[in-house]
């Protein structure tokens, strides 16, 4: 195990079975927890394209809710060894081995974007160990019955996600094709919130963006081939309380899919925040991890 700290956050690598590491972070107990006090242990679950480290723009929160942040990179990101082919339901045993390193038994889960599913994937998976859940601004499984799963997108995410849809070598073009300047002047789907947003602490994203993608595209193309494969798992084995939360005015994962996620999850709650985009929904993103925390301390041990 090679470890690193900096500021609140060590890193470490897990070493798998099968020959695989896995590169973690542990944020460790919040400032002024006493040491009889029992953090509650948050896994994040990153988006597309980005590296595992837990969000610095919810430390603050975190602190105040004793929330102690456990993330990775998923497979082929950061430090983490590739996985192709890997499905989403596969991050429930990446999870479960970096819990059993930390010596950590439950959690609560929380995702955003292309990390959204992931997070229910371990709910799903691990349903002893996960009390809570909160996905933000996820897609719905793709094929999904009753959802026009393009519709409302952007052109740009809509072309990509096209390209994963056609196979992995589509995809690999496609991102070919954007490396070399097709690009250019590509509608994504971010709006103004979104802008704004970034102009503010979720400028956070940043410096996850850039390392995720430094090794070139080819864990993001795993992501989306993941994303729209079957993922794996049947979101009805979802059996902790569940928060979607999902911006009314996204384009780059319409609010759509945010609401067939909600009534396909059972009991989950739904929060559609009208005028918010990808990004800019986390303004809400410290009420949810207060409502993350609240439903897992509520859940009984033994249920």
Known sequence: MNETTATEVTELDVELGDGRVLHAYDGGAPAGTAASEEPLVVVWFHGTPNIGAPPVPLFAAAARLGVRWVSYDRPGYGGSTPRPGRDTASAAGDVAAVLDHLGVDTVAVMGHSGGGPHALAVAAGL??????AVSVSAPAPFGASGL??????????????RAAAAGRAAKEAHEAA????GDEGVD????AADEAAFAGPWGWFGSV??????AGPAALIDD?????????????SVRCPTLVVHGGGDRMVPSSHGEWLAGAVPGADLWLQPGDGHI????????????????????????
């Open 224 to 236: 989306d081939l993941a994303a729209v494969s079957d993922w794996g798992f049947d979101l009805r």
């Open 280 to 303: 800019s929904v986390l303004r809400t993103a410290e009420e949810a991890l207060g409502w993350l925390a609240g439903a897992a301390r509520r859940r009984p041990t033994d249920d």
């Open 148 to 161: 026009d799963w393009f519709a409302g997108m952007a052109p740009g995410g809509e072309a990509s996600l």
């Open 188 to 191: 994504i789907g971010f709006i």
């Open 209 to 214: 963006v850039g390392p995720a993608m430094a």
């Open 127 to 132: 349903p002893d160990r996960v009390r809570a």
């Open 178 to 181: 954007m490396t070399d300047g």
